[in-house]
């Protein structure tokens, strides 16, 4: 069966980096975009942009340049999530989403709870 | 960028009731729509993709309709399952989420 599964809660000073990882199973990797959702506490869905697993190439949601790097390591079916200079308002639930054409956001990792504090 | 609003933020209801939220686009995005429902502590489920398209699984009661800048999302007869969070999305060009609409117990 199909299933995103993250990497686990992250506890980070300001100024750090994380590194949040994506594991995909149950189906061909390539052929399905990774998208990355953040959620900052008791507030909504933010889209972050997603990466094309077939060519590797990132799109970045406007507020989402310079620090946010999607990356993939596609033999093991693994999208990543690098976030660098970590602010205490990048406090979040992150998560990766499968997105099929015209279909939506099909299947959804656990998030992963980066939590920026000194 | 094509902003995503609905209505209401809040809505109170009980079980057996029919409820609707409503979303609005910035501008035409066709049927290019999605509705999620998220629960606490939980990630985000798809319900209804295409405005209208019922994703496999879920039960009947949910609905979608709409096209262009407006859309609905009815849920026939609530269930105690069904009190969450709803959030709209388009992507008609890349991807943006409606600020949500948190469904409550009357």
């Known amino acids: 069966q199909v299933q995103l599964v993250q990497s686990g809660s992250e506890l980070k000073e300001p100024g750090a980096s994380v590194k949040v990882s994506c594991k995909a199973s149950?189906?061909?990797?390539?052929?399905?975009?990774i998208n990355w959702v953040r959620q900052a506490p008791g507030q909504g869905l933010e889209w972050m942009g997603w990466i094309n697993t077939d060519t590797g190439n990132p799109t970045y949601a406007q507020g989402f340049t310079g620090r946010f790097v999607f990356s993939l390591d596609t033999s093991v079916s693994t999208a990543y999530l690098q976030i660098t200079s970590l602010k205490a308002d990048d406090t979040a639930v992150f998560y990766c989403?499968?997105?099929?054409?015209?279909?939506?956001?099909?299947?959804w990792g656990q998030g992963t709870l980066v939590t920026v504090s000194s | 960028d094509i902003q995503m609003t609905q209505s209401p933020s809040t809505l109170s209801a009980s079980v057996g009731d029919r409820v609707t939220i409503t979303c609005r686009a910035s501008?035409?995005?066709?049927?290019?729509l999605a509705w999620y429902q998220q629960k606490p502590g939980k990630a985000p489920s798809l319900l209804i993709y295409k405005a209208s398209a019922l994703e496999s699984g879920v039960p009947s009661r949910f609905s979608g309709s709409g096209s262009g800048t407006e859309f609905t999302l009815t849920i026939s007869s609530l269930q105690p399952d069904d009190f969450a969070t709803y959030y709209c999305q388009q992507y008609y060009t890349q991807y943006t989420f409606g600020q949500g609409t948190k469904l409550e117990i009357k």
């Open positions: 989403a499968r997105v099929e054409f015209d279909h939506g956001y099909d299947f």
């Open positions: 501008q035409s995005i066709s049927t290019w």
């Open positions: 149950g189906y061909s990797f390539s052929n399905y975009g």
